[in-house]
Structures are given as C-alpha cells and as structure tokens.
C-alpha cells in the first residue's frame, strides 16, 4: 500500500525502511507537517501516516478524502490533533499506538525533575566556562517530599512508582482510579486539593476539553508556594502565559516541560539561526528555574522501534481488509 509519511524525520526513515522489509509498503516521506497547505501532497494516496503536530481537522480530512484516502495512522498515542468526528463522517479510519514504552516518558519526566530540582543544567554550563561555584545551586531532598501526579495511567503509574523509590509521599487525580497507585501508598484527591500540599507537580493526563489549560492562574494560586511542575504530557494542558506571571511572582518555584502549547512550529527543527518570533516561549526560557525539552521524552530505541511497528503493522491489516486492533473509536 502506498503511504504518506508526514513528518518523517531521518531516524525514523532509516527504522521505517528497516521495518517495512517484512510488509512491503511503499512509503513515500514528507519533511513538512500536515496541514491545509500541504495535504494536497497526499493525493492518491490510501493511507496517510502523522504526528502529533500534524494538523487533521475537517477541511484536512475532506481534502484527504477527496483524494482517495481511506487510512490515518497517528505515530503517536495521542489523538488530540485528529477531527475523529469528520473522519467518521467522511469514511477514514483512523488508528494510532495505543502502547509503546510508557517507561521512556515516566524516566524522563524523572530525569526533567532532578535537573530542575538540583540545577544541573545550569551546574554544567557554569563548569564548561571555569565556574565551580555552587552559589544558586542548592536544591532540595526527595525524600518525604509530596509529589501529585495527574493522571494515573501506565505513564503515570510508572512516574509513581518511581517517586515511591525516592521516598517520596503520593496525591493522585484521575477520573479512574488506579489500584496500582493506591497499592503504592497513593491517595487520591480533587486537583485543587493535592496541589495545594505537593511539592512537586507531574502532568500525564491527555489532552481533552475538559483537561486543556487544568494548569491555570486558579490552580498556580492555590499550589504550594515553591513547588516544582513538570510536563511531559501535552503542551496544551499548561496556560503558559499563567505560568510565566507565577513564576515572575515566586509561586511557582521552577517548570520542566518537554511539550509547549505552540509547540507545531518549533518543535523538532533547528532554528538555532532564525529569530523565534514566539515571544512567549523566548521568555519562558529566559527564566533561570525553566528547563524546555523539544518533545523528546518518547525518544529511546525501544519506544520508537514499537512506535513505527505498530504503525506498519496497522497499515498491513488495513490492507488485508483484517480488524484493527489500534483503531479508534470514533464518536457517534
């Protein structure tokens, strides 16, 4: 089957062509993301294959559909970037990874918050020039910190069990609870209710209506003065703006993210001799407690070979008519 490879970086080309030994696909790859000025390049093609800065709204997916694509498979978990209700209207199917390594993502959020807490990227960058002083170095102790996390899937679950490691005290909030969370000595609580005592903030919930900005000017105002926030998420579940003010003001003691809500034009390229004309994530760099990764908490071997695995491998039952396991369902 012929498909479309938006986004396709060059390590996953070489992992894609790798893996399509044993499917046979004929994959054609595109640079540029996916959106209205460029889904004319999908053209004739049944499948297409995104990330998740692609855009897949209702004008794409009827341009998509037009020209004889039957098939979206999202490199990703996420699904947030998908019009699910045009792609139901419209007769696309629409499949994504519904497991990878939820271990890659909860590691990193880890490795996000011990070089928050403890200064290490601005400890390293003191010792490359000379600087061995550990003036404003100073962090502090995991152990019997309290620590919410939000969102208690397998990602959140992994973090949790994690932080229970470091001796550290567990508040969680998710509409369903988890008994691996509870069996790890966590409670739960509204979310208001277990910012208000944590020490340390860690986002893994997807990005939903209902969860878009669930970090805002209300919640910073009510966490615990001082406390730590990290990301890994969706960018879209912080108000970055709402952030900067707490941070300006010392609420909010310092952020990691690896995702940013206008990360689609950023993330991913190398604008490192371009003026970034984003002036909110100029200043949100700008702080000396901030730590901005570029979406890169998935990226270890074994999530991406699972990723692009589990892709291919959903084209192929697609193209042999065969159920799709990974498909998503659609709402009525």
Do not use: W
């Not at 209205?36 to 390049?41: A, E, F, N, P, Y």
């Not at 049944?46 to 692609?54: E, G, L, M, Q």
């Not at 900005?213 to 003065?225: D, Q």
């Not at 959903?314 to 369902?329: C, K, M, T, V």
Request: hydrophobic residues 45%.
């Amino acid at each position: 089957m012929r498909v479309a490879m938006f986004s396709a970086k060059s390590y996953e080309r070489t992992l894609l062509d790798e893996l399509n030994s044993g499917h046979r696909h004929e994959l054609v790859y595109f640079d540029t993301l996916l959106g209205r000025g460029t889904v004319s390049l999908a053209a004739g093609f049944p499948a297409v294959s995104v990330v998740v800065n692609d855009v897949v709204d209702r004008d794409v997916l009827k341009q998509l559909a037009a020209g004889g694509t039957k098939l979206v498979a999202t490199r990703s978990t996420g699904f947030n970037h998908i019009d699910l209700g045009a792609a139901r209207e419209l007769g696309v199917k629409v499949v994504r990874v519904v497991d990878y390594s939820p271990n890659s993502v909860a590691e990193f959020a880890v490795g996000l918050l011990l070089a928050l807490n403890r200064k290490i990227p601005r400890a390293y960058n003191r010792t490359r020039d000379g600087n061995f002083a550990l003036d404003g170095l100073m962090g502090f102790d995991l152990v019997g910190r309290t620590v919410a996390v939000i969102g208690t899937g397998k990602i959140g679950i992994i973090f949790a069990r994690i932080m229970a490691g470091f001796g550290c005290e567990l508040l969680g909030f998710d509409v369903h609870h988890s008994p691996q969370f509870e069996q790890l000595g966590g409670r739960y609580a509204e979310a208001d209710d277990i910012v208000a005592g944590a020490d340390i903030i860690s986002l893994h919930c997807p990005l939903t209506p209902q969860t878009h900005h669930i970090v805002n000017a209300r919640m910073l105002a009510r966490v615990k003065r001082g406390a730590l926030l990290i990301n890994t998420s969706r960018g879209g579940l912080v108000d970055t703006e709402a952030v900067i003010e707490a941070l300006k003001s010392g609420q909010l003691g310092g952020i990691a993210i690896d995702v940013y809500e206008q990360e689609a034009s950023l993330f991913f390229k190398d604008l490192s001799s371009t003026v970034i004309p984003d002036d909110v994530i100029q200043r949100l760099v700008s702080f000396p407690n901030v730590i901005v990764t570029g979406h890169q908490a998935f990226f270890t071997r074994e999530a991406l070979g699972t990723i692009l695995d589990t892709t291919l491998r959903s084209i192929s039952d697609f193209a042999a008519g065969r159920p799709l396991a990974n498909e998503i369902a659609a709402p009525a």
